[in-house]
C-alpha cells in the first residue's frame, strides 16, 4: 500500500489550534502520514501568544537534514519560521534535496495580533522561499506586506498577486477571508486568475484555519493531485471544518 507523506516546517503551538501540530492533525484526516519540524515554541493557549522562542537554524537544518536522508515527503508546507536565519537554513535544505510540491504559508500575525516573523525576516521570504514554492497562501494583510500595497478588495488581490507572482513561485492564492461581504479567494498562474467563493460561517472566527487550509492543499497535492483541484478541495474541506469548530479553552475557537 502506497504511503503518502507530507511535511509541516512551522512552530509549535502547544493548543495545537495552529501550527504543527494543527498541521498534522489535518494532514492525518486527509488520510496523508505526517512528519513535522520545529523551527520556533510560541507560548500560547486559546486566549494569548505571550512569548515565542526560536529554535536555531541549525537545529531546523538538523531536523530536515536527518528526515530527508531517510525518505523525501510528497509535499511540504512551510508555515511560522519566525527570523531570517531560519528561513535561509530552510531554503537551502530544499533546494539541496530538492523538495517538492511546496506551500508557503507566510505566518506573519497570530490571531490575537502577535508578530510571528521578524520585520528583518521579510526579504529573505520573499527572495529565498518564494522562488522555490509551487504556491503561496498569503491573506490580505500578509499579501499587503509582501506587495507592498494595501489589499482590501478583489483589484488590490489581483495586483498584489502579479507582484507576488513575480517573486518566483508558480501558483499565488490570495485569501480572502477578510474581505467584507462573501469571502473569494482568488488564484493566480501568471497568465490567468481564478476566484474561489466560499460562504461566510457566521459566528465562527476559529483560530488557525489559515494553517489548515494551507495543510489541506499540501495533503491533496501530496495524494497527487494538482494544484488547482487540491485547492478547491482544500477550500471545502476549511469550509466544513470552521463549521465543525469549537471551544476547547475559554478563549478562541479551535478546528478539530
Known amino acids: ?18 501550527g504543527v501540530i494543527a498541521d498534522i492533525r489535518t494532514f492525518t484526516t486527509l488520510r496523508v502520514y505526517g512528519m513535522g519540524v520545529i523551527t520556533a515554541i510560541t507560548l500560547q493557549n486559546t486566549k494569548s501568544v505571550d512569548n515565542i522562542s526560536s529554535v536555531q537554524a541549525d537545529v531546523v537544518s538538523s531536523q530536515i537534514k536527518i528526515l530527508f536522508s531517510d525518505t523525501v515527503p510528497d509535499a511540504i508546507k512551510t508555515g511560522m519560521l ?16 530538492g523538495g517538492k510540491n511546496i506551500v508557503v504559508d507566510p505566518v506573519m500575525v497570530s490571531s490575537t495580533g ?6 528583518d525576516a521579510v526579504d529573505v521570504l520573499k527572495g529565498r522561499l518564494l522562488p522555490l514554492a509551487l504556491v ?14 494595501a489589499v482590501e478588495g478583489i483589484g488590490d488581490m489581483k495586483k498584489a498577486a502579479e507582484m507576488i507572482k513575480d517573486m518566483g513561485p508558480t501558483f499565488v492564492i490570495v485569501k480572502g477571508g477578510h474581505l467584507q461581504g462573501k469571502p473569494v479567494d482568488l488564484i493566480y498562474d501568471g497568465m490567468s486568475f481564478g476566484m474561489f467563493g466560499g460562504e461566510r460561517v457566521e459566528d465562527k472566527k476559529p483560530h ?9 492543499i499540501t ?33 478562541m475557537d479551535v478546528i478539530v
Open 1 to 18: 500500500m502506497r504511503i503518502f507523506k507530507a511535511l509541516s516546517i512551522a512552530g509549535l503551538d502547544p493548543s495545537g489550534g495552529a
Open 82 to 97: 519566525y527570523e531570517a536565519e531560519v528561513i535561509e537554513a530552510v531554503s537551502e535544505i530544499l533546494i539541496e534535496f
Open 114 to 119: 502577535v508578530k510571528l516573523l521578524k520585520e
Open 136 to 149: 503561496v497562501t498569503p491573506n490580505l494583510h500578509e499579501a499587503s506586506i509582501l506587495s507592498g500595497i
Open 208 to 216: 488557525g484555519a489559515g494553517c489548515v487550509f494551507s495543510a489541506a
Open 219 to 251: 495533503a491533496y497535492l501530496a495524494r497527487g493531485l494538482t494544484l488547482r483541484d487540491a485547492a478547491g478541495r482544500a477550500k471545502e474541506f476549511i469550509i466544513e471544518r470552521i463549521k465543525g469548530s469549537g471551544q476547547i479553552g475559554s478563549g
